[in-house]
């Protein structure tokens, strides 16, 4: 879990410096407001880290990841059926031969 919020924050840093606040007096109080600074405002930022590399970090990295762990647990799901059919199969053999001997000391 520590991961996870490390990831974040380190995801997040560049937002720090996507704002400033700019404090301006009403009358009787000062109001903040946010004003975008030189690199927030510049279009690579707006392109590079907004678009395209949100959109790989929050859609499509946990899509992936989600299909390759899908896909995992698909065929260890197959793998298990596989072997459960086999030693059912095994069993049944057992079962049919201890049935013919059963069968074959009543006869006697």
């Known amino acids: 879990m520590a991961v996870v919020y490390v990831l974040a924050v380190l995801l997040n840093v560049p937002r720090i410096f996507q ?5 301006t007096r009403d009358g009787n109080s ?3 407001h946010k004003r975008l600074t030189p690199m927030g405002a510049s279009s690579g930022y707006d392109i590079f880290y907004l678009n395209v590399f949100h959109t790989a970090v929050l859609f499509i990295l946990p899509l992936v990841v989600l299909v390759i762990i899908n896909a ?30 059963a069968r074959h000391d009543r006869q006697f």
């Open 19 to 23: 704002y400033n606040v700019i404090y």
């Open 72 to 101: 995992i647990i698909i065929r260890e799901l197959q793998v298990a059926k596989a072997n459960m059919q086999s030693r059912s199969l095994h069993y049944i053999g057992y079962a049919a031969a201890a049935a013919a001997v």
């Open 30 to 32: 000062t109001v903040p």
